[in-house]
């Protein structure tokens, strides 16, 4: 189904594109720097108490739509993205700079996103029904019939990441997972590419009608500084946050949620260093292929993945020296990349200049800026004692670069490795020569500290699955005990209700007697998808 | 096992009872106001950092001990407690006032408690084992073998709530939760009874000496202020607080928490005032029997429930008129009960007044105070115009008192409790003469608000199972998406964490290819419980 969409510049409320009075900067080429049309208007408060609104009332409307309609909705925007075309592609190339190749790869992966929490919609599984029977006669006294369910909580407000506009944007893990479960989104533009944002809240929109679903289910709005996005968390309407971006900007929205008068939760995935351990034996009979492997996923995409190794662990001597050599030879292969946008690209500068200036740290490779926004790879190393001491050396450099930390031994990989922060993910890679206790003895330190443990392989590439956490603890993200990709992400935005006593008739059809959803339940501690007696 | 515990007024440090230098006044007997020996330290930081630390090396220690031990430790729990016999029921009763049948009853739903987390425990299902099986042939990108388990977070701290000495106490819900999935608790004693937090850690310290486990798993700190608990919450060393109290002792551990350099989740559970909406036909038909039941429920442990129902919406007319009449003369004659304490009594005595003398507030029954810490049940009534205007007539009143609001008729009534805040419950009584249009509309207003919605029934007594809700939006608790009740409140205390191309000799045994541990798991979308080939 092909359509098209006239970029408006404006604001989604309630199924209108509303324009509002003032503007920002038109959106620039990250390659050339000549502005993008059109301009975007900048909401203010009344378009954000409108989209907020809207997604309360759309809230009270949708709270017994059937949870299948939740799974088309997600199927048919998943048809109006991939409707889009070229155009969408066009955009996004337009405004990120990121390659064709690429933006192609994460629209199919959006749209398996969508699919994905489509198909969770439809199982119903995310209700998890238990229904614990009533026993009268039981003394001292009676026991109550009591059903349980996941119920959605309401709005979410939604912001999207500037590196992946479409997985983790508008239409994105976040959006996908909220609609899944019944909830609002109210979706905040990304200044980077208002334009991929609107096409995408376009889609929203189109499926919303395809579907005969509420328009206010969907919202977005625009705006270039942090008032919008302050003000869409602290409307009293909404009930929770997703934020894929920056750890100032998510602690920012959290610190804001936090002290409302009624604080909400804010799932807000803030990026990492992605330690990657490499044991002796690995660096001694794989050389090459790790520094191979290694600078391919530092570079790949600009370095510009929250998943991108930024800190590697190794220990002192010939074949460090060696694979360093060889790590800085692969990375001065690398074509320059053009960054998302000029304001990535001097923090880029400004972190690596840092970086390459603070005392103890080596530059092994300089890199250089062939273009306003274009940069080749960096490799820095420091020594772990060094390391352990500045703590500007553990956060995260988002761009092509990397940081070698040079141990002294085993015990001191481990006693440096101990002193991470909160993480995505964690690698160890161990050659046939490292012993198993040394690879257990570091994979349970980095697995303390991670969403993902890895062994023998990359961080970079975040596969849609069950089993999947992109996740972990803080700084990573605000909430350890969640994910914001795979099945499990829907969790975020439902919250249990207990029914006690309630004829058949008041109760949601996941939780009838004669399971006319069909759904698996806990029936008194059994799973069943039979009926239930009184 | 009959066993015997000498009061020592220290606090429980990694297995040692350590008295600190301050004391805190003796705790006093709410009857007569005589203290009650012995005297209690006042921890200082040096015992905070002391347990903290003892908690967080036990958690290294304990990471790999196989998940039924700590079925194991709460069943020792559970029979050092029975053990501890009339110890324990005369300790209670002397710091708390309540009397010996519902203690010895709590003490049993305590006990109840640790064996429903014993089998949580021992079963594994709440590891939710997901296995993803790798395609290396896959095309563009070979998928990896991705394997997702729930791991514990690490130290807990538990302030238990001074109405529930036993089970929601240092020995609670909240703590069998946390330590049914090897969690390490320190636990903040509670100032009114901190002579049965001794007993009930002690219970704990035999417990893990019964079962050989770590003594620094669990830690007691007394004290009678805020600032040991804020020094619990701010160590570094804590990664989750669970809460039963009040609003403003929830929201001040809250706020502190999401203010630390690393924010913490708090799962507060502060109360409700826990709405009863009667239909005008469920009042003519059943007038008298529904005075008896909400009197009782109302004035049941002296009111000093979480569930205790302290609004009660209804349509004026005569009905309502000989409702309120009926109600005044149940409560009438319930004799006056003994509040858990000094401060509580003063509390409510406070409260009481200022509701009868709030504006367009009309005292039904004014009760009287026949001792120190002793009241008669109070009945106030005011119309729904007054109570939406003032925001004071909303909030918990804590003690044997309920307020009716007066509304004009359905549409007001429902306007009317659409102003709500979030509640742990809310009931509707019906009668036969009622719609169901219009049951199903209060119920609907009711459910967005709360955690467990009830159809023709009282909201004390919460039943431990699978289905119950002890939660809900705030300000009934600061996590509406959990539980501090049944089997889902293990979800709060752990962390998913996802485990790439490891071989089976690194996993976790919940996730090696034979499926060691028995256990239901995911594969590739399908539940089984057979093994994974590669």
Known sequence: ??????????????GEWVASGVGFAQPCSPETGEPVPPAFGEAGAAE?????????????????????????????????????????IDRAMAETALIEARLVGELARTVTQLRLYARIARSGAWLEAVIDSAEPDRRPTPRPD???????????????????????????????????????????????????????AAAVLQALGDTGLPAGMFGL?????????????EHPACEAVGFTGSLAGGRALFDRAAARPRPIPVFAEMGSVNPIVLLPAAVRERLDAIAEGLCL????????FCTKPGLVFLVTGPDADRFAEALGREMRRVAPT???????SGNFLRRAEALGSAVGVETLEAGCR???????????????AVWRTNADLHAEAFGPCTLLVICEDLGDLAATIACLDGQLTGAVFAGAADTDAD?????????????????NGYPTGVEVCGAVVHGGPYPATTAANSTSVGTLAVRRFVRPVSYQNLPDALLPPALQDANPLGLERTVDGEATRGAVAR
């Open 1 to 14: 189904m092909t359509w098209t969409h006239a970029l408006t510049g404006a604001h989604l409320i309630n």
């Open 48 to 88: 954000v108490e409108a989209a907020s609104v809207a997604a309360s009332v759309a809230f009270e409307e949708a709270r017994d739509i059937p949870h299948h309609r939740w799974a088309d909705l997600l199927e048919a925007v998943a048809v109006r993205l991939l409707g889009l075309g070229d155009a969408l």
């Open 146 to 200: 009591l059903r349980r369910i996941f119920r959605p909580i309401g709005p979410v407000a939604v912001f999207g990441a500037g590196n992946f506009p479409f997985a983790y944007g508008v239409c994105g893990g976040d959006t996908a997972s909220a609609l899944a479960c019944g909830n609002p989104v109210v979706a905040k533009g990304h200044p980077g590419h208002p334009g991929v944002d609107e096409l995408c």
């Open 221 to 233: 709005v625009q705006g270039s500084g942090t008032t919008v996005g302050a003000a869409v968390v």
């Open 297 to 304: 996923s530092v570079t790949n995409g600009g370095g510009q």
């Open 338 to 344: 053009t960054l998302l946008s000029r304001s990535i």
């Open 370 to 384: 062939p273009g306003p926004c274009r940069h080749s790879a960096r490799l820095f190393a420091v020594s772990s």
């Open 439 to 455: 690879v257990r003895r570091m994979a349970a330190i980095l697995e303390r500290r991670v969403g993902r443990l890895i062994l």
